[in-house]
C-alpha cells in the first residue's frame, strides 16, 4: 500500500504578524534631561512627553521588560508612566519591516503634533 500523497494544490501557510509599535508616556520630569530637550525644540507646553519604540513582544510584556531595566531605554526606565495604546493600537499587528517603518513615522507625526517624543 502507498502513502497518502499530498496535494500539490494546498493553501500557503498564513504569516501570523507579530511586531507592534507602542508609546509610552514619560514623566515631564524628562524635560530636565538636556538630551531630550535638544531632540525636541518645537515641543508645545502641555503636549505629553513621550517614548515610540517597536517590539515583536506584546506592548504591555514590553513596557514591564523596560521598568525593570532588561533591554530597557533610559527615559522609559526613569520616566515612564504607562502605554498610551490609544495612540498605537489602530497599527497593531504587523510585519517586522512595517514597524520599523511605523516607528519612525509614528515619533515624527507625534512630534510635529508638538509632542516631546523620544525614539531610539
Same mark, same amino acid.
Given at each position: 500500500m502507498t502513502a497518502p500523497r499530498k496535494? =500539490? =494544490?494546498?493553501? $500557503? &501557510?498564513?504569516?501570523?504578524h507579530h511586531h507592534h509599535v507602542y508609546v509610552v508616556e514619560l514623566s515631564d520630569r524628562v524635560?530636565?534631561? &538636556?538630551? *531630550?530637550r535638544k531632540a525636541n525644540p518645537d515641543h508645545q507646553l502641555g503636549k505629553p *512627553?513621550?517614548?515610540v519604540g517597536m517590539t515583536g513582544l506584546d506592548p504591555d510584556l514590553r513596557f514591564d521588560k523596560h521598568k525593570a531595566g532588561i533591554q530597557s531605554n533610559r527615559f522609559v526606565f526613569e520616566y515612564g508612566l504607562?502605554?498610551? $495604546?490609544?495612540l498605537y493600537e489602530v497599527f497593531n499587528p504587523m510585519p517586522y519591516e512595517a514597524a520599523r517603518e511605523m516607528e519612525v513615522?509614528?515619533?515624527?507625526g507625534l512630534r510635529e503634533a508638538g509632542y516631546g517624543v523620544w525614539q531610539a
Amino acid at each position: 500500500m502507498t502513502a497518502p500523497r499530498k496535494s =500539490t =494544490t494546498s493553501k $500557503p &501557510a498564513r504569516v501570523r504578524h507579530h511586531h507592534h509599535v507602542y508609546v509610552v508616556e514619560l514623566s515631564d520630569r524628562v524635560w530636565n534631561e &538636556a538630551r *531630550f530637550r535638544k531632540a525636541n525644540p518645537d515641543h508645545q507646553l502641555g503636549k505629553p *512627553f513621550v517614548y515610540v519604540g517597536m517590539t515583536g513582544l506584546d506592548p504591555d510584556l514590553r513596557f514591564d521588560k523596560h521598568k525593570a531595566g532588561i533591554q530597557s531605554n533610559r527615559f522609559v526606565f526613569e520616566y515612564g508612566l504607562r502605554l498610551l $495604546p490609544s495612540l498605537y493600537e489602530v497599527f497593531n499587528p504587523m510585519p517586522y519591516e512595517a514597524a520599523r517603518e511605523m516607528e519612525v513615522e509614528l515619533a515624527i507625526g507625534l512630534r510635529e503634533a508638538g509632542y516631546g517624543v523620544w525614539q531610539a
